[in-house]
């Protein structure tokens, strides 16, 4: 399983970017996706997290308190993409963004749950 997460750029501060993330590879069922962010002091902070409802119920999210109101994350289950929308970005939103997904695979007749990551994507605002 790979994830791939594109978007990134250089915007201004109230400006809006949207991320996304496709996971590609041999995967029976997506639990969950999420997007963390790491900062110039290393620190990796959780973003947003979906976790992926079925044909009964739908996706539920939840946020960082820091990007509430502003952010939202989204899935579309036919693509394994999911989305990030930025909007009102802020200069302390400046991160490398990465996207994760807990992944159930079939090994033979073993079946589990993996988290797997992807590489990051730059996003950088200015004042």
């Known amino acids: 399983v790979q994830l791939q997460a594109s978007g990134g750029g250089v915007v201004q501060a109230g400006g809006s970017l949207r991320l996304s993330c496709v996971a590609s590879g041999f995967i029976s069922r997506i639990n969950n996706m999420a997007w963390y962010r790491r900062t110039p002091g290393n620190q990796r902070d959780m973003v947003a997290t979906?976790?992926?409802?079925?044909?009964?119920?739908?996706?539920?999210?939840n946020y960082a308190d820091s990007v509430k109101g502003r952010f939202t994350m989204s899935r579309d289950s036919a693509k394994n993409t999911a989305y990030l929308l930025m909007d009102n970005l802020k200069p302390e939103d400046a991160a490398i963004y990465l996207c994760?997904?807990?992944?159930?695979?079939?090994?033979?007749?073993?079946?589990?749950?993996?988290?797997?990551w992807g590489q990051g994507t730059l996003v950088t605002v200015s004042s």
């Open positions: 994760s997904a807990n992944v159930g695979r079939f090994s033979g007749s073993f079946y589990y749950n993996y988290t797997y």
């Open positions: 979906l976790v992926c409802g079925d044909s009964t119920s739908g996706d539920s999210t």
